[in-house]
């Protein structure tokens, strides 16, 4: 397995973890390739930001790997964010717009995620950045 570092820039932190997906698909695929022809469904759930990233791009890997998704676009449904009492977790539910192809889009042995230590999510000027590493 190899390191590759993942950065993603969004004027949002919506935008930016939909740009951390796409560059994590990009590992494998041209998506500039890929035809929006079918729809898969993501949820994640953390109780940080980080560990949210960290579910949400395993679940998006997982799609990648087992069904041979490559991914064009994401269209968030929810993107709950907000501390609450009581320690309920952080979500999301996405719709990732793209198509099977098997050759393409399937990795050698998947992606694995730095742990949620590993990872950076900071505000810019006129948005968020994400950093972070996956073995590939």
Do not use: K, T, Y
């Given at each position: 397995m190899s390191a590759r570092e993942i950065v993603a820039q969004g004027r949002t932190l919506q935008q930016a973890f939909g740009e951390a997906a796409l560059a994590m698909f990009a590992l494998a695929v041209d998506?500039?390739?890929?035809?929006p022809r079918e729809v898969r469904e993501v949820?994640?759930?953390g109780t940080s930001l980080e560990s949210l990233l960290v579910h949400w791009i395993t679940e998006c890997g997982y799609v990648q790997d087992i069904e041979g998704f490559a991914c064009r676009s994401v269209d968030f449904a929810v993107f709950?964010?907000?501390r609450k009492p009581g320690g309920e977790p952080m979500r999301l539910h996405a719709f990732l717009h793209g198509e099977v192809d098997a050759e393409d889009a399937r990795s050698d042995g998947g992606f694995e995620v730095a742990?949620?230590?590993?990872?950076?999510?900071?505000?810019?000027?006129e948005g968020y950045e994400i950093r972070f590493t996956v073995q590939t």
């Open positions: 998506l500039g390739a890929v035809q949820r994640a759930h709950d964010v907000e742990s949620a230590g590993a990872i950076e999510i900071r505000p810019l000027d």
